[in-house]
């Protein structure tokens, strides 16, 4: 069974810090991994989405890489913002099987 | 493009009552989701439907039935609510080319 951990599990960094999260999952033979953000009491929104077959993806301020082998993936904010504010959510699939979440990192940005 | 779209967003139920949560999505995609999202439980998936006519189980599914009434639409029922069913609930879909989830914004259920 697929399992997913994301460290730390809150964070707090003051702005213009360049940050990263990790997240790590136990069966290696996965599909696509996605990251997403949530704001307090919202929906997810889709960030990244990784293919197995790709080391990273970028979009703006992040990075999101993927090591397969080691099972890990890190997510780089580069000069953070309060604006960035939230709980940031990894997931992976394997083939068919649907998306396996882990439990977030809650990140606060202080100005 | 609304994309996926649920209803409703708030409710209040007592214990015993029965309701359904709607979910309906526009991208035309197969694949359809439902997950409940509890503090340090994160999300957690319910039921899923991977083509219409067809539904599976997922991880936490006592206490829910799920019709797939057409490609668009893939509803949850709570038969019997109990306050263990209290929670926050996404329904997704997922491109048929397995490239990413799309959710909704979300039911926030209260069962009494």
């Known amino acids: 069974k697929q399992e997913v951990t994301q460290i730390p599990a809150a964070l707090s960094v003051p702005e213009g810090e360049n940050l990263v999260l990790n997240c790590s999952f136990t069966d290696s033979a996965i599909y696509n991994l996605q990251w997403f953000r949530q704001d307090p009491g919202k929906g997810l929104t889709s960030l990244l989405l990784?293919?197995?077959?790709?080391r990273e993806q970028t979009s703006g301020r992040l990075n999101a890489s993927l090591d397969k082998s080691s099972g890990r993936s890190t997510l780089y904010i580069a000069a953070s913002q309060p604006g960035d504010s939230a709980t940031y959510l990894c997931?992976?699939?394997?083939?068919?099987?649907?998306?396996?979440f882990g439990k977030g990192t809650r990140l606060s940005v202080i100005a | 493009n609304a994309g996926v779209t649920q209803t409703p967003k708030f409710q209040v139920l007592k214990t015993g009552q029965s309701m359904t949560l709607q979910c309906a999505q526009d991208?035309?995609?197969?694949?359809m989701y439902w997950y409940r999202q509890d503090p340090g439980m994160g999300l957690r998936l319910i039921y899923y439907?991977?083509?219409?006519?067809?539904?599976d189980k997922g991880e936490v599914p006592n206490g829910y039935n799920v019709s797939r009434l057409n490609k668009r639409e893939f509803s949850l029922r709570l038969e019997s609510a109990a306050p263990s069913q209290t929670s926050v609930y996404f329904c997704?879909?997922?491109?048929?080319?397995?490239?990413?989830?799309?959710f909704g914004s979300g039911t926030r259920l209260t069962v009494v």
């Open positions: 990784i293919q197995s077959s790709q």
């Open positions: 991208m035309n995609h197969n694949s």
């Open positions: 997704a879909t997922r491109t048929d080319r397995g490239l990413g989830y799309t």
């Open positions: 997931a992976v699939t394997s083939g068919n099987t649907p998306l396996v």
């Open positions: 439907s991977a083509s219409e006519g067809t539904t």
